[in-house]
């Protein structure tokens, strides 16, 4: 396998398969800019960080899939480029020689409701649901989260999901600005209106998933834009509820990675039932001729991440 970050192949072994992975690309055609803490946002070249992972991916002849992990135009982009924004990034998906699993993100909300975005985004959806899995081989199963069921964005004003999430901010963020963690200590600063929740009936639905797949004695990849482990990054970006998700997976021994995105700077974590959890580093924050994308080899007992550029390789060895 090898790679220009370092990692070496796995003993000489070939993979069971492999898969293409970037995030947060929160494409748009407008001039940089910054994060509220100052970061650099690089609008218009994120789009050619996607188009060079394309063609990497191609060249490899070896991906059987990828999977974009949220946040595909940006909430700066003016709203009637909204939908030709986010059909531009998906055509580029498109130039990929295999399917793109897509998850939604708080920045593709901005732009546009569910009922438009899920089509476009392929997302297989009943209600206005985004969650659904797939089954690349018959021993490994990818389950994809909507960490956007109960939230304040996406859904119509007057939906119950979205009064639901209103009513918990509320309760738990005193600022005026439910996107200001102003006052909030430790892992309470999650509670902020760019982040979100799994709902009651995704969650008997994640637990039902887990079953199966058990039962069938497959190893799960959990994906969700919103992180689900506080070893791994910054509070403000974790999804509200993460603790009862993590809760319905630690139930079983099947989960073996949790993949993410949402906080830019990546990360990675162990928890304390042994499962990886690895935030993607963000295709938006690479100044012009960088990169952030990779693709992942699977194994029976690892995911070995290979990352180009400011996307850290990563090795993620599990009991298999």
């Known amino acids: 396998m090898g790679s220009a970050n370092g990692l070496v192949s796995v003993q000489g072994k070939q993979p ?14 407008i001039p940089n800019g910054q994060s509220f803490m100052g970061v650099p946002r690089y609008y218009r070249h994120s ?8 063609q990497k991916w191609n060249n490899l002849q070896k991906l059987k899939f990828v999977v974009n992990f949220g946040d595909i ?5 003016p709203k009637d480029q909204s939908l030709n924004a986010v059909q531009k990034i998906v055509d580029e998906f498109k130039n990929f020689d295999g399917p793109s699993y897509h998850m939604i993100g708080n920045h593709c909300l901005y ?14 959806s009943f209600e206005g649901r985004a969650y659904y899995d797939f089954s690349p081989t018959p021993t490994y199963r990818f ?18 999901k979205t009064l639901e999430a209103l009513k918990f901010l509320q309760e738990k963020n005193p600022n005026l600005d439910k996107n200001s963690p102003v006052g909030l200590v430790g892992l309470e600063r999650r509670f902020l209106m760019f982040n ?16 199966d797949a058990t039962k069938l ?20 970006a974790l999804l509200w509820n993460y603790d009862e998700v993590m809760d319905v997976i630690h139930k079983y021994n099947c989960v073996k990675v949790c993949l993410s995105g949402h906080d830019h700077k990546g990360g990675h974590s162990i928890d304390s039932h042994g499962i990886h959890h690895r935030v993607l580093e963000a295709a938006l924050e690479c100044p012009p001729g ?16 290979s990352g180009t550029d400011r996307m850290e390789s990563t090795d993620m060895i599990f009991n298999p």
């Not at 497959?218 to 834009?225: A, F, G, I, L």
């Not at 960088?290 to 699977?298: E, K, P, T």
Request: hydrophobic residues 45%; aromatic residues 10%.
């Open 16 to 29: 069971l398969f492999s898969f293409g992975v970037i995030s947060d690309v929160q494409y748009a055609d």
């Open 47 to 54: 789009i050619l960080v996607l188009q060079r992972a394309v």
């Open 73 to 77: 135009v940006d909430g700066f982009c």
């Open 111 to 124: 732009n546009l409701p569910r009922n438009m975005l899920l089509p476009l985004l392929n997302i297989p």
């Open 143 to 160: 389950v994809v989260l909507d960490g956007y069921d109960i939230s304040a964005i996406g859904w119509p004003s007057d939906h119950p």
């Open 196 to 211: 979100g929740a799994v709902g009651k009936e995704q969650m008997e639905w994640l637990d039902s998933v887990l079953q």
């Open 217 to 236: 004695k497959q190893k799960v990849v959990v994906c969700c834009h919103l992180p689900l482990d506080p070893g791994t990054l910054s509070p403000e």
């Open 290 to 305: 960088s990169d952030a994308f990779g693709y992942i080899d699977v194994y029976d007992d690892r995911l070995t991440l």
